[in-house]
Structure formats: C-alpha cells, structure tokens
C-alpha cells in the first residue's frame, strides 16, 4: 500500500545516487539568531519538537528554551526513532504538516529525508563551533551529541569479575534467561548499533543471542532500569546515555565498554521543510546547538561535539574508549533487512 | 387552564397530525447511519485483505497465513488466551454476582462497589500494575516469596510474562463485564419463579440450578461474549506482557504488520478469521440460548428474597473480599507505591519517597490537553454511543424494521474487528476527501463509537430481552407511537441499564488502546496513548501518577453519571 508515502527503499535509490559523489550542493550560510527572527518565532508562539531524547532529558530542554524564549511553547512527541519515523511518515502521507524539528538517534532516515525533500538544510551560527563532522555536509541536519549503544550490569548481583567484558561474553550460557535487549524496530540507537554489530560480528552473534531467552524491551533506555530494578542482571544493550543516568540516580548499573568496540549513535536535529512554525524551529536548532543547550546535553550523559564542554563526572572519556562507527547512508540502506532478520530470530 | 398540563398536550392536536408516526423515518435514518459507520471500515478491510500493495486482485495475503510464524501461531495463542479468559471471568463473576444479588453475604453493597472499582482501571495499566507485582525476578510478590521461603536468587512463584499471566490480567479486568451484567439480571429476576420451585419441593440447589441459573444464562453468555472478544482484540496488555517475552498474539502481530514498512493488506487479511471466529460465536450464544423465553420483567414483579447462607456467609465473604484484593486493592496499591518512588526497586521509605514522578508528568507538555481530550471524546462518545445502543437494541428487540437481523448483525460485528485493524481502516477512510477526519478528535469518536457499538448493544439487548413487550404494547394500543412508547415506557424503566451501558461506554473509551494508538497525532492525543508511550520509555513511576489520575478522573464520572440516574429514578412518579 501507497498511502505511508513512498518506501524507505525507493527513496534510497535515489540517495545512492547522489551520495555517492558528493556534488558540490554547498550547506547554506550560517545564520545568527536576530531580534526578527526571535519576533517571528514568538508570534508563531510553539514549536512541535518529535523527538527520540528520552523523555526527562527532552523536557528539561524543552523547559529551558521556554524559559530563555517566554511566549513559545514546545509540543513533546517523545518515541523511539523508529517509530517517530513511522509517525512522520504517516501524517505527511495524510498530508497533516505537524512537526517542525526532528531529533533522531537513527540518522539513516534523515538521509532518505533529505532525498525526498522532507527535510530543509539549517546551519546555525553556533553549529559552526561544533566539530566538523557534526554538521551534515549541505547542512540538512546537524548532530546535537553523540552516545553508544553499551551492555550493562546490575554491579550489586553481579560480581565486577564474572561481568561480561565483550559482546561475545553475552553468549555464555550463564547469562540465559538473566538478560534484558531493547528493539531495533522501536529505538534508533539500537537500529544503528545492531547494523555496526552486525557488521562487526555478522548476524551469528545475534542468532545465538536469541538462544539466550532474552526479555524484549522496545526503548534504549529501558534495559539499564530493569537491570537496576534487578528485573535481569544484564543489559545486552541499551544507550550509554541512558544506563548513565540510571547510575547517577543510585541505580546499581556499571556499564561494559566491549572490547570488540562500542558502536558509536550520534543524535542529529533537522528541519522539516514544511515545519508549521519555521521561525520557533528555527530558533530551537538554535538553542540546541548552543552552548547552554549542549552543556543540558552533557549533562544528561550526552557526548557534546562542542569543545569545552563540561563532561559529567564518571562518564567515561571518549578517547579511552574503542569506537565503532557506521555510515547512516549504509543504515538505511540496511534498516529492512535489520527489522526482518531481527524478528525472525526473536520472535517479536 | 388546563391547556399547558402533559395530558391535554396530544389531545390539543397540536403538531403532527394524530395518525403520522415519525418513528418509521427516524429509526430508518438509524439503520443507515449504523450501516455506514460499520460498512465503511468493513469495505476497506475486505478490500485490502483481497487486494495486493499496487491494487490488484490477489489472493497472495490470504496463502501467507498458512505461515506459522506469521498468522497460525499468534492466532492459536490469542484463542487459547481469550478461552482462558471468557471461562476464568465467567467463573469468577457468576459466583460473586449470585452472592451480592441474591444472597446475605455481609457487606453486599459494599463488595458490589469494590468489584466496580476494578472495572474503571484500564487493562494496560493493570498489566504494568502486575509488571511491577509479578515480573519474575524483580516483582514485589516473588521478592517476599524468596524472602519467606529462603529460595534462591532466580526462583519465582510467578511470571506475568507469560501465557498464563496474560490471562490472568485480562480475565481480572474483564471479569467486572460479566459480573454486572449478571448482577444486573439477578437483581431484576422474580422471586416467584423460585418461589413456586421451591413450593414445588425443589431444594436450594435444585433451584439454583434449574430455575435460577437458567434465567441468568443469556446474561452469562452475553458476559462470556464480551470477556472472550475483548482478550482476542486486546492490543495494550499483550503488548506490556507477550513482546518482553518474545512472543506474539495476532493484535500485536498485525500491530507488527504496521511498522515500516506497512503491510496494510497482509495485516486486513490476518483480521478476517477474527470475524469469523465471532461470527462463529454469536450464532452458538443463539443456538444456545434457542427459543426459549425469559422475559422477566413482566407487569408485576415481586422482589427477590436472599438465600440465607448461614455460616457460609463468613467463607463466602473471604473468597469475594480474595477476588477484590487482588484484582483491585494490590494492583492500585503497588502503582501509589510506584507513584511515589524514584526507582520502583527501591524499598519504600522517608528517604526514597519523592515527587519526581508527579512533577515529570505534570510537566510533560502534553498531560493537561491529553487529559481534557480524553474526557471530551469519552463523554461524546458515552452519550451518542448509548444513544445509539438503546435504538439498535430496541429495534431489533422489537424488530421494528425490516432487516432488524442485519442491524443486530452489523451492531455486534466491529466487535470481530482488532481495534488496530479498524484504527487503520478509518486511517485510510478518513484521511481522504470528503471525510477528512484524522488529525481531529472526531475519528477517535468515530473509532470509538464503532468499537463500543457491540458491547453496549449487546447490554441494552439483554436488557430489552428481559422487558415484556406487553408494556409497550399496551402504550401502543392506547395510542403512541414506537418512538413515544420507547422514550416514556421502556427508557424509564431501563434507566439503570442506560446509565450502566454510558458508563460501559466511557470506560470502555478509557480502556482503549489499539485503535487509538494509530488514530492520534500529536495535537488529539490521549491519555491511553500517553501512558503507552511511557511504558515503551520504561517510565513505570510516571505511568503509576498517570494511571492514578486516569483513574481517579473515571470514577469521578461515573459516579456522578450513576447519581444522575439515580435522581432521576427517585424523583416522584406523581
């Protein structure tokens, strides 16, 4: 059926063609927050955030930039990736324009959405301070921050020495029917990981995995708390950012920095073309890449791509840990046979 | 002058002329709107269930279903489920309603009013209720359970990721159906049927059994009817229960059918051996229920007399207050636990109480407009949906138009209909000129009105069953119409059948999940919606506020709903 707008394939299709040489289509010139473009947003008076930040982070940032702009309200649409994915997709094929900005853990379908037009390309002044490779090349989506996808244990039922240490320890017989995995169909930080994973250790690892009786959770950031409510002793993955927060709260979490690597998930923020209220988004992009909105982001276990900002204490330092990263082009490309492969090994 | 008195009003001859009865044209109007309302999804999941992703004719979707994996697996467990659950209901109401209605089992008032609390909680809330109760490992019940027994660090009592589990929670929420409705029906039940069995020599039993236990049937399988096909079209509980444990019934299959990309066709053909299956049903309730009559409410009705259980009484109390224990007062318990705590792990104490939850969800953007829609469209809903059931029943009861056995057909079909397959059928009818509806809170009434459609009528049907037409017969003969003798003859004495049946319909909108988990966009959001969405987060603290307020917000309405009708009842007949 047609009426969801067209395939994620189709449109990659045409990604693959103009991707593959990057076409001199310069990113727009870095725009500055003005006076004007403050007044525009506040007459627009909201802005219709969906995003894949877990709720209490994406609220807190939200009530920030309420705070900083009185007068716009920010409208939560808090899912996984994926299924925002599915929401967007949905409503423009019903032709309802209701969200103005996207933050995505699964950066594979902004790709298809700057193929297909949904997207428009956005460079705030404050993202030229990012790294480099945090804004998207014609500036269609810039990277708020960056997290892994990590195993985890409960550290109060689990010895620090019999804890798993790499993604192949999670095959140990000892762990059947003690582990907890969030879902690739539901979360984008899981549908980028298991596709570097995969990449790393073919789908044998995740046909055994399946073998393990593993407790099926849909969001990233639920395996770390039933790993802390002792539900399971181990969480298979799950965001770092998230297992993060859940040990800063007390929980009994230590997270496990495999040693085949931690595959890397950054989270970009886009621009819809058709945003409602283009001005409000327009100033949240802002905000976000700003300082004060990165340092919310650190805080919340983010990896800020801003140099300077503070990381929070006892996260570990990104340069001792071993990355592993994806190509989001190659994520969505892939992101079909991922959800089928999945399911059919899982059940679910 | 006597002209403004009631009585003189028709005799004046004012408006219609005597011999014109509007009635035939207003309940024709009835009939197509039903038809309408229930053809059009019904159009569009035969169409797509017969038809490929570009269109064309093919059988393709239905040769899938062969696939274990896909369609038998899921639908044998949703059958096994939904059995487990019609007979556990059934065997928990019965027993309970006989006790509050015809017995003096101490507090019966109120045990009956503890029994309607567990009703007002949504099935979705109940299951994660029971997560925090009975997930293996960390659920409170086999935590006290290794405590006590000193049994070791992965021994459970019990899974609620589990078959087993799956009915326990859905019969705990679905058992209040059966119960009112066979309360309903005992309380309205002549005494003299039993009277004259027992002068006849009948001893308790025997009469228990042959003249009582006959005369609730209809109410019984009707009870049945609704436990069973609620448990087959459930999506919110199997979702929370089934997926963590890796498997699947059909309504999260076909929910399954819905993710990118959506294969809209294959899930319309997955939902047509559900039509069946109540089709298959609703003809076996009939043969069963066969030609015999039990009109109970005649022109006469003698009040009935309580069974003196004796001793029993004191057992009798015990097993009824074990029913409400854990089916209302431990799950409600562990969600103000939960409510209160900031990691639901933690032991309840001064240190650990916090308002983190109350404050994360009170500043949620969203909660406030979530909660004013999910009023708006269960109070709308509620209203027409009653309105509407009272009508359907009556024609069909009456059979006051011709093909009343269509309309009886077509009020209790959309409950074949997984609420998810129906949710994208009026997607795809709605978003679409000349009925642009999605992105508006008037598809979720629609969804709603559809989906309430069968249980509300089949309450309104039982009830009319046991009105002897002769009432309204003898209205007729003296001269009103059918809609005059509906309004001042049977309503009134239906009353408290209408205001149970608006109050199954508003909690019914509360309850739902799976049409509406497609049908809202950010702007029309609910509140069942929201708590889903938490659950997925693993927000379980913020979904005990939430579920708490939610429940709180439902009784509220429902009492005073209650109370409305009951003034009404009270005021003084002249």
Known sequence: MTSFGTTRRGVLAGVAVFATPRLARAAPAAVSVTPALIAAAVKEGKVAHYTSNDLTLATTLAKRFEAKYPGISVLLERSGAERNYQRVSQEYASNIRAVDVVTSSDLGYLVSWKANGWTAPYVTEEAMRLAPDAREADGFYTKETFSLM????????????????????????????????????????????????????????????????????????????????????????GAENAAFRVQKKGGPVTIVYPTEGSPVVPVAAALMAAAPHPNAARLLLHFISSGEGQQILADYGGRSFLPGVAMPEGLRPTEQIKLLHADPAAVALAAEDIRKRYTRAFGV | MSASSPEAAPASGRGLPGWFDPSPVFFGLIALLLAFVVLLPFGWLALFSLTDEKGAFSMENFSELGDPSLFLGPFVTTL???????????????????????????????LRGLIMTSFITPPFIGAVAWVLLAAPNSGLINQYYRALTGAGQFDRLVNIFSAEGIVFVMASYAFPYVFVLAANTLDRMPYDLEEASAILGGGRWHTLRRVTFPMVLPALLAGFLIAFLQAMTQFGTPAILALPAGFHVLTTKIWSLFQFPPRTHLAAACAIPMLFVTILLLRGEKFLLGRRGFTMIGGKAGAPQLTNLGLWRWPALTMALLVIVVTVLLPNLILIRASMLRTVSDAWTLDTITWDNVRLVFGLTHTRATLENTLITGVAAATAGTAFSVLVAYLTARRAVPGH????????????????????????????????????LWILLLAFLTIEMPPAYQQMQAAFRGLNPELEDASRILGAGRLKSLTSIVAPLLKSSVAATWCFVFIGTIRELSATILLTTSNTKLVSVLIYDLNENGELGAIAVLGLVLMAVTAVVVVAANRLANVGQMAPGR
């Open chain 1, 150 to 237: 990590v195993p985890a244990y409960n550290s109060q039922l689990v010895k620090a020495a019999d804890a798993p240490r790499a993604w192949s320890d999670l095959l140990d017989s000892k762990w059947k029917g003690k582990m907890v995995k969030a879902h690739p169909g539901y979360s984008g930080n899981i549908m980028t990981g298991t596709y570097i994973v995969t990449q790393a250790l073919g789908w044998e690892f995740y046909e055994k995995l399946a073998k393990q009786q593993i407790m099926q959770v849909q969001s990233a950031v639920d395996p770390s708390q039933r790993v802390a409510q002792g539900e399971r002793l181990v969480a298979a993955d």
């Open chain 2, 80 to 110: 096994g489920i939904a059995l487990g659950v019609g007979v556990l209901a059934c065997g928990v109401a019965l027993p309970l309603a006989w006790l509050v209605s015809r017995t003096n089992v101490p507090f019966r008032r109120t």
């Open chain 2, 405 to 440: 056995r269509f309309l009886a057909f077509l009020a209790t079909a959309p409950a074949a209909v997984p609420g998810i397959v129906l949710g994208v059928a009026l997607f795809i009818g709605y978003t679409r000129p000349p009925f642009q509806l999605y992105g508006t």
